[in-house]
């Protein structure tokens, strides 16, 4: 386990060495969100948008900034590695798993980055605190933080799974962008799920594993679910997380074995 | 002059053939680039839907304007990630790696060859529905387009990328402090989203930062005023004044920063 720590240590300065790249990531979310926020502000509305209010849902894009600086673990750098054969050094010829050294990377970048979400954050709350809407129990706060963890994992060991594509395919920057494509319109990224119309659509974002990638935290939050809800999305989610990390295990075995690799 | 522009023009040419063997070599990946794109087109017209379906106005937009809005911008993105998009977010592994040292070396201006090494051809496919899809909603419009009003839409459309250019590398000069910023993507690629909404739902000061000095009503918004016939010859105008600004603030800050490089060991 000393090495592992050993990893988020080496994560943390490295973070902290390129500031840079978080400070415009944060830039380029809160872009994102306060677009969102003035096409709702400047939309003649009535009562309920898509089974939200208008401050519900300028509420659902505050807190998709914060969620997504806590659960947005998208190790595909990976991938790179395995092109650039960095991978031989890094992992194959050390006793490390690879699961687990991205794992600690990417928790370390994501401790300092919870800092910031709260930050940016904060900023959207001050200039639009007449719209904000926050209740939480006690109960309710420890649904979201497991929902939280469990998309982690989902998100986590789907990205890492589909990195290990590149062990055939070389290039797989490809198959990210089906990924973000399939994140923004069944995750609820671009907006929340009950946009999406009933049937076909509505259906597929329960069954698929990127409602519990960004959503269903959200839905809980939002007390959108019935308790018979919420069991049942642990419970499909849980089972994406077993499912995607015995994948994984078939992938990186498989993948180790049909690995080419050039020197530099 | 002749000679110099005819040279930039064979080297570029080379450029691009050696894209676009690189981008063949690989090509499933390429496919899957090609289908995602597809689907991106999808889902941002989709989204209109969605969008419009809860809301029938946006800021004086009705969804068949936010669907040419959106047209206008995917046609924008396409060929902005042809040629622009590729370089600028890179530009952070010549600082990063010491490599713009080879730019600086040759006889050629750094700043061409650090904008212009890298193309992309996987958004170029979708040229075809964006153009199929726009031609018939443009002629479902009340009035006909006029020469003059396409005329004006295609100089802002390409005052529009220069902007974009300008604005972008103005940006990515910032790492030459910070070093490793590969989260440019991130950033710019929400610059081309903002694009992609009226400008008219930003009001006062907000409408001041989002709109000018971030300068995204240039992406599409203005391109897609003058085909609705919302604007003429002061659009284009305001468009070129801002090729002006920004050609002057990226120059200048490109030179700035050159004195600030420093290199970095291997």
């Known amino acids: 386990m000393r090495k592992y720590w050993a990893y988020f240590r080496l994560g943390l300065q490295t973070t902290f060495v390129y500031r840079g790249a978080m400070l415009f990531w944060l830039l380029g979310n809160m872009m994102a969100v306060t677009t969102m926020v003035f096409v709702w502000l400047s939309a003649d509305a009535g009562l309920l948008i898509g089974g939200y209010t208008k401050s519900e849902l300028i509420t659902y894009y505050i807190v998709s900034i914060f969620l997504a ?21 890094q992992i194959l010829s050390k006793p490390v798993s690879l699961y ?24 959207f709350l001050f200039f639009l605190k007449n719209y904000f809407i926050f209740s939480m129990s006690f109960e309710k706060s420890i649904l979201v933080i497991l929902a939280m ?75 959108k679910l019935s308790t018979v809800q919420i069991f049942q999305g642990f419970s499909v989610g849980l089972f994406w997380a077993i499912f995607i990390a015995a994948a994984y295990k078939i992938t990186w075995k498989k993948g180790v074995k049909v690995y080419n690799a050039w020197g530099h | 002059m002749v000679n110099k522009t005819l040279k930039y023009l064979k080297i570029t040419i080379i450029l691009i053939k050696n894209c676009f063997s690189k981008e063949t070599a690989f090509r499933l990946p390429f496919l899957f680039w090609v289908i995602a794109n597809l689907f991106w087109l999808w889902f941002n017209l989709y989204s209109v839907e969605l969008l419009f379906k809860q809301v029938p106005v946006i800021a004086g937009w009705t969804v068949n304007d936010g ?35 080879f730019h600086l070396l040759k006889p050629i201006s750094a700043r061409f060859l650090s904008s212009a090494t890298y193309f992309e051809f996987d958004m170029i496919p979708r040229l075809i529905p964006i153009i199929l899809i726009l031609l018939p909603l443009l002629n479902s419009l009340p009035k006909l387009i006029s020469l003059e009003e396409w005329t004006l839409f295609l100089l802002t459309l390409i005052s529009g990328i220069v902007i974009f250019y300008n604005f972008g590398f103005l940006i990515v000069t910032a790492c030459f402090w910070f070093t490793k910023i590969d989260s440019l993507e991130d950033l710019l690629g929400n610059g ?17 930062v989002f709109s000018y000095i971030i300068p995204s009503i240039f992406i599409a918004v203005i391109p897609t005023m003058i085909l609705l016939g919302k604007g003429k010859w002061n659009l284009f105008l305001l468009s070129a004044v801002f090729v002006l600004i920004t050609g002057i603030l990226s120059h200048y800050f490109w030179n700035f920063s050159l004195k600030h490089y420093s290199s970095a060991s291997s």
């Not at chain 1, 687990?100 to 900023?123: N, T």
């Not at chain 1, 395919?169 to 923004?184: A, P, R």
Request: glycine content about 6%.
């Open chain 1, 149 to 223: 963890i469990l998309a982690i994992f989902v998100v986590f060991g789907f990205c890492v799974t589909i990195s290990l594509f590149a062990f055939w395919l070389t290039e797989t920057n490809g198959i990210n962008d089906v990924f973000w494509i399939l994140l923004t319109v069944f995750g609820g990224q671009a907006y929340p799920l009950t946009f999406l119309p009933k049937g076909v659509f509505s259906t597929l974002s329960t069954i698929l594993p990127f409602r519990y990638m960004f959503s269903f935290p959200m839905e809980i939050f939002f007390e």
């Open chain 1, 100 to 123: 687990w050294r991205a794992f600690m990377s990417d928790l370390a970048w994501h401790s300092i980055s919870l800092f910031f979400g709260f930050i940016a954050s904060g900023l």
């Open chain 1, 69 to 89: 600086w806590i659960i947005a673990w998208y190790p595909f750098w990976i991938s790179n590695d395995i092109k650039t054969g960095a991978i031989i050094g």
């Open chain 2, 192 to 208: 081309i989203t903002l694009g992609k909404y009226p400008s008219d739902i930003f009001t006062g000061f907000s409408k001041v």
């Open chain 2, 67 to 101: 669907k040419i809005l959106v047209l206008v911008n995917s046609l924008f993105s396409t060929l902005v990630w042809f040629f622009i998009m590729p370089n600028l977010i890179v530009f952070w592994k010549l600082i990063n790696q010491g490599t713009l040292d």
